[in-house]
């Protein structure tokens, strides 16, 4: 029998006994619904209000018996470190063209990897590498996009 999960209850705060996780890949963390199977079984409906997207650690059912979270899976990505602060904002331009999600850190621009995205950075001559890695909540923006009408 599923249990449903209508709202983000807080944060793992350190070891807590008995955590079930659900896994959820970067695509997923902005959906407000989905269904998963936790690491021991239990079938959980993810059924949340409008709000920030899923995290790494978020607790969907807080029980006396148990506890279930969220454990993001690790995303391939592209990370560019761009040397001026011209230099990254051009290329956030470019990948807002593209409509493709991004997160922006302090010193580096983190893409999906995808052909398109790495062929994008070749064009730019910018630095950099591939790396496979736990993004705590996923990009910036899913893939919803939408289209141009010429």
Not at 11 to 17: I, M, S, T, Y
Not at 20 to 38: D, G, M, P, Q
Not at 102 to 123: C, I, K, S, T
């Amino acid at each position: 029998m599923a249990v449903t999960a209508r709202d983000v209850l807080g944060r793992l705060q350190g070891n807590e006994p008995n955590v079930e996780y659900v896994s959820v890949h970067w695509e997923e963390c902005a959906r407000r619904r989905l269904r998963k199977v936790t690491d021991r079984g239990t079938e959980v409906v993810i059924d949340l209000p409008p709000g920030p997207p899923l995290a790494d650690g978020d607790i969907l059912i807080r029980e006396t018996q148990r506890t279930i979270a969220v454990r993001m899976l690790p995303a391939d990505i592209l990370v560019a470190r761009p040397a001026s602060l011209r230099e990254m904002g051009t290329l956030c331009y470019q990948i807002g063209n593209l409509h493709q999600p991004v997160w922006v850190g302090e010193e580096e621009v983190v893409l999906p990897d995808e052909p398109q995205n790495e062929a994008l950075l070749q064009r730019s001559h910018l630095p950099y590498a591939k790396e496979r890695r736990l993004l705590p909540q996923g990009f910036a923006t899913s893939r919803t996009g939408h289209t141009h009408v010429l």
